[in-house]
Structure formats: structure tokens, C-alpha cells
């Protein structure tokens, strides 16, 4: 799996986009009678099925959806691979607006796509998509996770895992873990970031908040973060920058602007391109924890379903391995001289390999 830019990888199309970094399938989803318009990405299952939530958004164009399920569902791949789950990457998109144009008829319809692959890709909540609209994908497909009677929501994983990041990068910045007192920019207040801010708060930390919905907002504000506008958002004087909305917020036009010492949130690609991105995020003196290791909670919960039966203190317990993970990354960083998210890949592939070579004589 080679290192590429996906500011590049936008302008490929067709079988080009799918093999610059070794996706094995890509499916487009269209019906009309539901409206649905979707994409389901598979980029790497040596260490099992891909596993992946479907995101609903209302994408200016086919090919922003392409370009965002392709970097999507090859983060996955390298998520459970450094979290040491059996599972490989995937991802789903809806082109749409989840407020207004989600119901039951097209996650239905959904479903039976999902069901097509014959268990290659299991599907479950992310961005715009809840535990009820999962339920709807269910009744045309078993391959789905994140079930009420299961394991459930896996944002208060999600979010747990962000926040022991964000100690873990404390603690190798200044030596103590600690949050208390500590200025936190929260950028996404939704399921994952609305647990973080509750966390936070509790630990004690001065949070701040911006959301683009309003009512998403207000309840940040209820569970103790500070309102602040768009403007503030990557200017604020903090400790930590935690991106926890869509990804790409780490680029040029928003690194010159951070006032921070650490990025650590549970957003997905925060890098627009992981290699210029992550040396100037260094080059600024901001410590980088990597985002498919601090957002592996999700994945550990969901996963625990899937291995089943499930067990709420053992996804738990895994995810606060997360913590450690993380310190490791940094250690891995200053004992070869290379950026956290190279680091974070090298852990991934490494896995990959090894796994790979050694079903290889099953």
C-alpha cells in the first residue's frame, strides 16, 4: 500500500482512482424509484471483511463522493489493523441530505446492495446515519453492526478513545496527562463530539465548540463547552485542535492559522494530504496524533459485535488501549525520524503483512 497524495488522487477517475491505492471494489448504488444514489468502497480484506459505517451527505458532486468513500475506506483498512482487529476496510456513502431526504425506503434499498456482496462489506452508523436508520438496512441484510440490542451507538466509544488520545498527547508534551485548565477546541459537536465535550468537561478542561447546525450547538453549550463562531474555529488560542466533523480541516489555508500544541480528534482524514500536511502540522511545532488511532473506538465496539457475543467492558478495556497506542506511535516517530501518521501506516502495513503471509499456509 504505497504512500500517495489524495489532493492527486482526486483527479483520477474510473479504474484509475480504484487502483491508485489498491482498492479492491468499488460499487455505484442508484434506483430511482427511492432516490438513492450511493457508493460503497472496499479497499483491503486480508485480515478479514471490511467493516465500515455508512456516511449520508450531501456531497456537491460524484466525484467529491468518490474521492472522500475511497479515503474513507482506506483508512478503515489501516484503523483495524493498528487496533489489531480481524477485519479490513470498507465504506458506504449516500449522496443526499440526511436531514431531508433520509427514510426507510431508501435505506431499504440500501440494504439489498450491501447484500450483494455476500458479507465482503459490513455496514454501520457514521456521519448523518443513526442506530434506527441500521435497523432499516437490516431488514434486507445481516452484513450491518451497531444493532440496539448489541453494541449499539458507537460514538461514546468513539469519543472515548478521541479522549484518551488527547491525554496521551498531553502526556508527551508535558509530562503530565492531566486536561484540567487545559483550552480545548471541539470542531463537530455531533454524536462523537458531544460525548468528547463531556468528557472534557468533566476532566475539568475549558472547552470550546462550533458545530454548522445550531441545535447540534446547543447542546455542547448544555454539556459545558463555549460557543464560538466558524472564524474562531482554527485561530483560538488552545492547547488542542480536536476535528471532529469531515475531514481535510488540515491544510494549507488552516495550519498557518492553529494556535495549538496538539491535534487530536475523531474526524476522518484530517489531513487533506498526509504527507505536506503532517511536515507542516511538524514543521509548526504541533504534535499530530494520527486520526484512524485516536477515532478506533467505533470500530473496536462495533467489532466486538460482530465477533460477538458482545461485551460492553470489553470494548471498553480495548479501547482504552488506545491511550498506549498512541504514546507508541510518538516513540516510534522520535526512534526513526518520520511524521506520527507515517508511523501510525508502517504499525498497519506491518500487521497486514504478517497476518497476509501467514493465512498464506492455512
Known amino acids: 500500500m504505497p504512500e500517495v497524495s489524495f489532493v492527486n488522487a482526486a483527479e483520477l477517475t474510473g479504474f484509475d482512482a480504484i487502483s491508485n491505492n489498491n482498492h479492491e471494489l468499488v460499487m455505484y448504488c442508484n434506483d430511482n424509484a427511492t432516490g438513492l444514489k450511493a457508493i460503497i468502497a472496499v479497499h483491503n480484506t486480508t485480515l478479514g471483511p471490511a467493516l465500515g459505517g455508512l456516511r449520508m451527505w450531501k456531497y456537491a458532486s460524484d466525484k467529491d463522493a468518490l474521492f472522500d468513500v475511497l479515503r474513507l475506506s482506506r483508512g478503515m483498512t489501516y484503523k483495524s489493523a493498528v487496533a489489531g482487529l480481524n477485519l479490513g476496510g470498507g465504506k458506504a456513502v449516500i449522496i443526499g441530505d440526511a436531514r431531508t431526504q433520509k427514510n426507510e425506503a431508501l435505506l431499504r434499498r440500501f440494504g439489498k446492495f450491501v447484500n450483494n456482496l455476500a458479507g465482503k462489506y459490513i455496514t454501520a452508523e457514521d456521519v448523518g446515519i443513526g442506530v434506527k436508520d441500521i435497523e432499516y438496512v437490516q431488514n434486507e441484510t445481516p452484513y450491518v453492526a451497531g444493532l440496539s440490542d448489541k453494541s449499539g451507538d458507537p460514538s461514546p466509544f468513539t469519543a472515548l478513545g478521541t479522549y484518551l488520545s488527547i491525554k496521551a498527547g498531553m502526556k508527551k508534551i508535558t509530562g503530565s496527562d492531566s486536561l484540567a485548565g487545559k483550552k480545548i477546541m471541539v470542531q463537530g459537536t455531533g454524536h462523537v463530539g458531544l460525548y468528547l465535550v463531556e468528557h472534557l468537561v468533566k476532566e475539568g478542561a475549558i472547552v470550546y465548540g462550533y458545530d454548522i447546525y445550531e441545535d447540534t450547538l446547543k447542546k455542547a453549550v448544555d454539556a459545558g463547552a463555549v460557543a464560538v463562531n466558524a472564524s474562531e474555529v482554527y485561530s483560538k488560542e488552545v492547547d488542542v485542535y480536536a476535528p471532529c466533523a469531515l475531514g481535510a480541516t488540515l491544510n494549507p489555508d488552516t495550519i498557518p492559522l492553529l494556535k495549538c500544541s496538539l491535534v487530536a480528534g475523531a474526524a476522518n482524514n484530517q489531513l487533506l494530504d498526509e504527507v505536506r500536511d503532517g511536515q507542516s502540522l511538524q514543521d509548526r511545532g504541533i504534535l499530530y496524533a494520527p486520526d484512524f488511532v485516536a477515532n478506533a473506538g467505533g470500530i473496536i465496539n462495533v467489532f466486538n459485535e460482530v465477533n460477538g457475543p458482545y461485551n460492553v ?50
Open 313 to 362: 467492558n470489553k470494548s471498553t478495556r480495548m479501547t482504552e488501549s488506545i491511550y498506549d497506542t498512541v504514546l507508541s506511535v510518538f516513540k516510534m516517530c522520535e526512534e526513526q525520524n518520520i511524521l506520527p501518521q507515517q508511523a501510525a501506516m508502517a504499525l498497519g502495513e506491518k500487521r497486514i503483512r504478517e497476518v497476509g503471509n501467514n493465512r498464506l499456509f492455512n
